[in-house]
């Protein structure tokens, strides 16, 4: 099994004097994200790309009908599933999942699934029997530090821009429509959760944004803030590594917040330019409902 | 890069491109193939190199991975130390090349230097790995000829900055013998204003010590530009005295 290129000591010691001195290898500020960029798929529906320096991270949607659990009658289902293959890097393999893919899976769970970003009941077609059934797959195509942010972007791009199939109820029997048929339903999203990382130096003096792939590599933990965009604080965690007094992490989780609060504009304006693309290049206004006939 | 002779592979060497000294034989690189009776042709994309005094041709391909060989200086991070010599990293997943404890300048099984996990070493390649036989790279910090270090041996302080191979190979070049549009020339006009310390491995590693952090940050920063957007001379001249003037 290949292992983790490791750092060496000299490049340890290195960006912990440099970050002494608030000096980042990349000629970052200590609390600035590398430049966010986004690609969607010009055809598909809810087909994302994002790069955040060198990472690079893909998620799409893909929507089925199926029956809703028993327990759950009235809500429909999202599934968020993020893998880490020898794809990303040689020592990540696929069926021993690896820590990283874990804590990534688990903070997505936790932070778009669980806190309801989106309304599971909005899924639900028939009681009891129907419902729409999204699962948003995360493909870490290149990994350098900040999977939290990059991946949380791609999957909630990828929620904006989807569409679900339209249908219509008509005496306990559900008919769903085709994209050439009728065209299909946004989601709406309650909130647009965005996770960022601090990363913890010199025994949790130092907090640095977004840390790269050789600044995970040395620090001494993380605290991953996820916020969204009226600033609002949806979830702290900290996984294991070094003590961080009360006064630093809360310095820490305002200055994550603030960056959450600035990538969900930035998305937000990225999806809407997005949407009108496609509006003008499918004559929406042509053929909407509002239309004199 | 502005390269005037790029070949594509199974294009054909021009004749008048090739050195022509009538005493010694003419010796292909990497990347050219000889098909009987004249006929030299490429076998990967590059451009093509000429040494008319050595009567050699070879092909320079900035890609692939690195692939050790004889004598070539590399830097590598020490892993561990097993028996008689440390395990030491040449690139990310590939297997461990021996670093005898003995092959240090002035070593003996008491002075022999005590290297922990992560260190960096500057070494050269004794013996290359023989795959069929199972045997690892060796590498050794002492010049067989002279028995002294001749700049090798552990990297203490500093950065190590990752290059590309094609670069590692030009930086180690000397400037004589480097084409016109390959030279780099960043170094020595840093080298005039500022002091500080290289080693350039050819497993694509620059380690760079300035003792003082920004200027280690600048110079390494410096090198990586000229690498990724491959800077001519004079884009260098001019990168250079943007360089300094911020430091």
């Known amino acids: 099994m290949p292992l983790e290129p490791k750092i060496s000591v000299n490049e340890r010691e290195f960006l912990l004097d440099a970050l002494r001195q608030n000096l980042r290898l990349s000629g970052r500020k200590l609390d600035a994200l590398r430049p966010l960029s986004i690609t969607f798929d010009p055809d598909d529906y809810g087909v994302t790309e994002v790069q955040l320096g060198k990472t690079r991270i893909r998620a799409h949607t893909q929507t089925t009908i199926t029956n809703p659990p028993p327990s759950r009658p009235f809500e429909g289902t999202l599934t968020i599933t993020a893998e880490l293959s020898p794809l990303t890097a040689p020592h990540f393999e696929l069926a021993r999942p690896s820590d990283t893919e874990a804590l990534l899976s688990r903070l997505l769970e936790k932070s778009i699934r669980r806190s309801g970003a989106l309304p599971v009941e909005s899924l639900c077609l028939l009681a009891g029997d129907k419902c729409f059934n999204l699962r948003v797959t995360v493909h870490v195509l290149a990994h350098d530090g900040g999977l939290p942010t990059a991946a949380f972007v791609a999957v909630l791009a990828s929620l904006m821009t989807s569409r679900v199939p339209a249908t219509e109820v008509r005496g306990g029997e559900v008919q769903v429509f085709t994209a050439e048929e009728r065209e299909g339903v946004r989601l709406q999203l309650v909130h647009v959760p965005i996770a960022v990382g601090v990363s913890v130096f010199d025994g949790g003096a130092i907090g640095v944004v977004d840390a790269d792939g050789m600044e995970e590599q040395a620090r001494e933990g993380e605290v991953v803030v996820v916020g969204n965009e009226v600033g609002e604080i949806c979830g702290v965690t900290k996984w294991g590594g070094v003590d961080v007094g009360a006064v630093e992490l809360v310095g820490m989780v305002e200055e994550a917040r603030k960056q959450c609060e600035g990538v969900v504009k930035w998305l937000k304006g990225k999806v809407e330019e997005e949407e009108k693309r496609r509006a003008k290049r499918d004559h929406a206004g042509e053929r909407s409902a509002e239309n004199q006939r | 890069m502005a390269y005037s002779d790029v070949l594509l592979p199974g294009d054909e060497v021009p004749q008048e491109q090739l050195p022509s000294n009538p005493k010694k034989a003419l010796s292909i690189g990497p990347g050219l193939r000889h098909i009987p009776p004249s006929t030299i042709s ?56 021996a670093l005898p404890h003995l092959s240090f300048q002035d070593a003996t099984k008491k002075t022999r230097p005590q290297l922990a996990n992560g260190a960096l070493v500057y070494a050269r390649i004794a013996t290359p790995a023989a795959h069929l036989l199972h045997i690892d790279p060796e590498l050794t910090c002492i010049d067989p000829s002279t028995g002294k270090s001749e700049g090798l041996g552990p990297l203490k302080g500093g950065m190590l900055f990752k290059i590309s191979l094609g670069m590692a190979r030009r930086l180690l070049m000397t400037s004589k013998r480097a084409k016109e549009d390959a030279k780099i020339i960043i170094l020595d006009r840093l080298g005039e204003k500022w002091g500080f310390e290289v080693a350039v491995g050819r497993n694509g590693y620059l380690w760079v010590d300035a003792n003082d952090i920004q200027r280690t940050m600048a110079v390494g920063r410096a090198i990586t530009e000229v690498d990724e957007q491959g800077l001519v001379v004079q884009e260098q001249e001019a990168l250079a005295q943007k360089v300094l003037k911020q430091g």
């Open chain 2, 42 to 97: 490429a076998t990967s994309v590059g451009a093509l190199n000429v040494d008319w005094r050595r009567n050699a041709a070879w092909m320079d391909v900035n890609g692939g991975r690195y692939l050790p060989s004889t004598n070539d200086p590399i830097i590598v991070r020490v892993t561990g130390s097993s028996g008689e010599a440390f395990n030491c990293q040449i690139t990310p997943y590939t297997s461990y090349a």
